[in-house]
């Protein structure tokens, strides 16, 4: 069946670059037509969308945190990484990573980590 | 400021139907891009509820259906039950000017009495 998983940091510092990895089973990223994208939500706030990457390695960024993102790939490992850089306490969510259908909705998502900015 | 309007609350009684809006704009939904809603019960991740403006997902009930129109979209859920309460969303694409991204209502959290 198909599962993702999220793993990083619980805690950053302000300033500070976040790394997040996505392990995904149950589908190849090499052929997973639609890709995966990263998703945050605010304690008790909505949902945004923030980075996607394609079976064909083309990248999409959030329009307002564009120069801060970073997403990238690894097929062999069945891994997608997200770098945010300058993290800042606004920064602080639960960060998803889901996978894409044929559609754009997002059909498959991880647990979610709660990753909190703070000195 | 979602770039999708939905409601901040609704409410009903068990049995009753309610239905959630989703509210956007010609670089959206009126632009034609599908709509997919969303319920997330507290604590847990989104789960995909309705894709494709309408489609249900293998193993979601037949109480939730999905509608679009012009440049809005509803969710309506019948005979409600009270597992049924939790967080709506609504989500699509948004291509304009300034850029493209996929986006996300602000979502409605349904309150079953």
């Known amino acids: 069946q198909v599962t993702l998983k999220e793993s990083g940091p619980v805690l950053v510092k302000p300033t500070e670059t976040l790394t997040l990895t996505c392990t995904v089973s149950g589908f190849s990223l090499s052929n997973a037509r639609m890709g995966v994208s990263w998703i945050r939500q605010p304690p008790g706030k909505a949902l945004e969308w923030l980075a996607h990457?394609?079976?064909?390695?083309?990248?999409s960024y959030s329009t307002s945190l564009k120069s801060r993102l970073t997403i990238s790939k690894d097929t062999s490992k069945s891994q997608v990484v997200l770098t945010m850089t300058n993290m800042d306490p606004v920064d602080t969510a639960t960060y998803y990573c889901?996978?894409?259908?044929?559609?754009?909705?997002?059909?498959?998502w991880g647990q979610g980590t709660l990753v909190t900015v703070s000195s | 400021q979602s770039v999708l309007t939905q409601p901040p609350s609704v409410s009903g009684a068990p049995g009753q139907r309610v239905t959630i809006s989703c509210t956007g704009s010609?670089?959206?939904?009126?632009?034609?891009?599908?709509v997919h809603w969303y319920q997330q019960l507290p604590g847990t991740a989104p789960k995909l509820l309705i894709y494709?403006?309408?489609n249900r997902p293998s193993g979601v009930p037949d109480r939730f259906s999905g509608s679009k129109s012009g440049t809005s979209a509803s969710l309506a859920i019948t005979g409600l039950q009270a597992e049924d309460e939790a967080d709506y969303y609504c989500q699509s694409y948004d291509s304009s000017l300034s850029g493209s991204n996929w986006v996300f209502g602000g979502g409605t959290k349904l309150t079953v009495l």
């Open positions: 010609s670089s959206n939904i009126g632009a034609g891009y599908d």
């Open positions: 494709g403006n309408s």
């Open positions: 889901a996978r894409m259908g044929e559609l754009g909705q997002f059909d498959y």
């Open positions: 990457i394609f079976s064909n390695d083309e990248k």
